[in-house]
């Protein structure tokens, strides 16, 4: 068993990870909502650009991949701490989706660079 010296620590570090991931899918949000609004207005004065979307694509899935990212290495502690099977295999699972969703968007981000190219 581990301590519980440790663990506390250990859960606060993860939840503060967790928080990390969350606050850049949101600034991510806010920012890429910004721009989206700002890309809208051109557009109604005639300034149109398939470049800035695909852009605008590049820089979310950057945001979400750096999140996704910090959301794993919180998993990771939690199945470090975890005390039951089922605890750990929820957590696998997690780890699992979230690897695979960094992957895929990976691959998404790479063909959109390569267009861009």
């Known amino acids: 068993m581990i301590a519980e010296f440790v663990t506390a620590p250990l859960e606060l570090a993860a939840q503060s990870i967790d928080l990390i991931g969350i606050a850049i899918l949101l600034i991510a949000a806010v920012k890429l ?57 929820i957590l696998g699972v997690l780890v699992l989706i979230r690897s695979a969703l960094s992957f895929f968007l990976s691959l998404d981000l790479k063909d959109v660079r390569e267009e861009k190219a």
């Open 33 to 89: 909502l910004w721009r989206y609004a700002r890309f809208e207005f051109a557009r109604f004065r005639g300034i149109e650009s398939v470049f800035q979307i695909r852009d605008m694509r590049l820089c979310l899935g950057s945001y979400i991949l750096l999140a996704l990212e910090f959301m794993i290495v919180s998993d990771v502690i939690h199945s470090a701490l975890s005390r039951t099977l089922d605890d750990f295999l």
